[in-house]
Nanobody, 119 residues
Framework: QVQLVESGGGLVQAGGSLRLSCASS????????VGWFRQAPGKEREFVAR????????YYTDSVKGRFTISRDNTKNTVYLQMNSLKPEDTAVYYC????????????WGQGTQVTVSS
């Protein structure tokens, strides 16, 4: 079982930065691929970024490329999402999710953390 807990959300002005963390107590977390997703009010949840188990492969949705960076520290069982140059349209609840490989659906989800970017 993999339990995920997000943290680091908050209120920030446009142009500011936040770093989200996704921590897990599961011993197998370091072998899982992890993704970040977000859901804005009235919108469907969308993919933001993902990383392989090693952190060697990383992918981003176009709207965050060059502004967000996903990384992981497997010694701490934690995946990060560094968000820079934030825009009001980045406002959403951010979720992390984990899966044992890139060929299956995300099986484990966190509870989400709110990010609000004011203009």
């Amino acid at each position: 079982q993999v339990q995920l807990v997000e943290s680091g959300g908050g209120l920030v002005q446009a142009g500011g930065s936040l770093r989200l963390s996704c921590a897990s107590s599961g011993r197998t977390f370091s072998s899982y691929a992890v993704g970040w997703f977000r859901q804005a009010p009235g919108k469907e949840r969308e993919f933001v970024a993902r990383t392989s188990w090693s952190g060697g492969n990383r992918y981003y949705t176009d709207s965050v490329k060059g502004r967000f960076t996903i990384s992981r520290d497997n010694t701490k069982n934690t995946v990060y999402l560094q968000m820079n140059s934030l825009k009001p349209e980045d406002t959403a609840v951010y979720y992390c999710a984990a899966r044992p490989s890139d060929y299956v659906a995300y099986a484990y989800w966190g509870q989400g953390t709110q990010v609000t970017v004011s203009s």
